[in-house]
């Protein structure tokens, strides 16, 4: 690498983590005050875990994102099994569409939308609102994962357990799955971290009830940053950290089987 | 365009007309074979002449667009994959790479209702059967190309079909390995009895196997017999390429004559050579290189160009009077003395031995 790639990709690097590094510097910070060094101390996380409001709202975090990451991914794969097994079929390139479109639709709108869709109905906003809000843009990711996975495998692996005299159902639940679960896997955890930090969205179609920890962190923040709500988020990174590597490993050792 | 074969008397297999398009294109046009117990067949020809769909809608991965497939009298055009007694080895072998040897193989054998311990004796017969002992729990990953080829032999013979359709079977091998894959593929086919359906592009390999050999050109099945009959008796111009060096010289055909023999006149004088058509009808004289003789007393002449030592034969072109080259080959010990190149020779074209081919 020469001497100037090596400086843009540090400068670069540097943009990206160097406020995520100064919070997880200053969680263990001892002073109360954000922006003065008081020395090294980890009483803020005894503090965080002490503190009832925001392990409530972590926990209920926890569960939507489980909940949703679970839909989306069985969701998900049917979707990309959908687009790549039929081949060409009337509508195929609107459904690939439509079925992206979440990604890249701006979050205030699709939690707008959703909302409206909730009221419109009358469904009760709570947890289950904000698992179907995120289940509905996490599925789109899990889908491209999946989709990617399922364009790479040999179709001639299906053909031959047909050929072997297994039913359509055996070859799937045999063949197929086992071969594509590290990247549903893969998509599940990914959907999993994208409704583990959304705000917005879950914003737009909570109900009393039903505050997640990023909401709760921005309401905390409102009234000004404290050394907590650093030991928190700096949890919650290292958290969505180890999930994205656990996604990427299987993502990187695909194809090997299981 | 078909070339009559006497059909055998009850067909184990009996293809009859089948059709198969993608979009405009037709992949397969109107095929009828016929394949006997126990007897291989080999679908010969270039990429894209439609013999890996013929043998894919044979095991039912594609539905034809008409014409029926019928084994032992029943109808299977109508029957998914996984209903039809035949079974297929994958070109690109196809293994369960999340499943060791011994499951790959024994995977066919589920729903054919047989008890565990019979399942397993059956499976550790075949793995005998392909030499493949000792390495029943590896992973297809850590197997060579030739291990995996017998896997997938012996995975596609578990359910004992009627049939055994094989894609390109030999076609990832090396030289050597191919040579001795296809003796032992030979000896397997004989011992159990079942019928073969190979496909290949490789004449070589096609003659090597093959009771009969079934060339397709462009979707269509344009000859089929022995191999022997092939070589010696192509019905076309693209069939006698296929199957080994040809000598192709352009003339028009003369009148009918008793006995068999016609005279075609060409830019290199009358040749004798058996085969038929219209009179006046622009044909090509097909002879083989190895079937030319050189030196004789009454032939026609030509210089030599290149003379090449092929160990056990020799290979030569022969530059004609009218500028067409011939090739020529010769077994060692050749009749007479070498000519060195550049001498005057006679080329000599045994007339049962050209074939008269629409040009």
Redesign the interface.
Known sequence: MSPFARSALTLALAFLYAPILVLIVYSFNDSKLVTVWGGFSTRWYAILFADGPLLAAALVSLKVALLSAAIAGVLGTLAALALDRHGRFFGRGAYTGLLYAPMVMPEVITGLSLLLLFVGIGLDRGIATIVIAHATFATGFVAVVVGARLKSLDRSLEEAAADLGAAPLRVFLGITLPLIAPSVVAGFLLAFTLSLDDLVIASFVSGPGATTLPMRLYSQVRLGVNPEINAASTLMIALVGLVVLAASWLTARRGQGG | MHAPTPLPAAPLLRIERITKRFAAHTAVDGVSLDLAQGEIVCLLGPSGCGKSTLLRLV???EAPDAGTIRLDGADLTAL???R?PV??M???Y?L????RVAANIG??L???GLSRREAAERVAGLVKLVRLEGFEAR?P?TLSGGQRQRVALA??L??EPKILLLDEPLGALDRTLREETQGELRAIQRRLGTSFVVVTHDPEEAMALADRIGVMERGRLVQIGPARDLYERPASRFVAGLLGDVNLIEGRLGPAEPGGLRTVETALGPIRASGEGAAGAAVVVAVRPERLSLGAAAGLPGTLVEATFLGDRIRSRIAMADGSVLRASAALPAPGPVPAVGAAVTVAIPPDSARILPA
């Open positions: 095991a039912g991965f998914p994959p996984h039809r079974n297929m994958f070109q690109s196809a369960f790479p999340h499943m995977y066919g589920k729903g054919l992973k990953d995975r596609a578990a359910r």
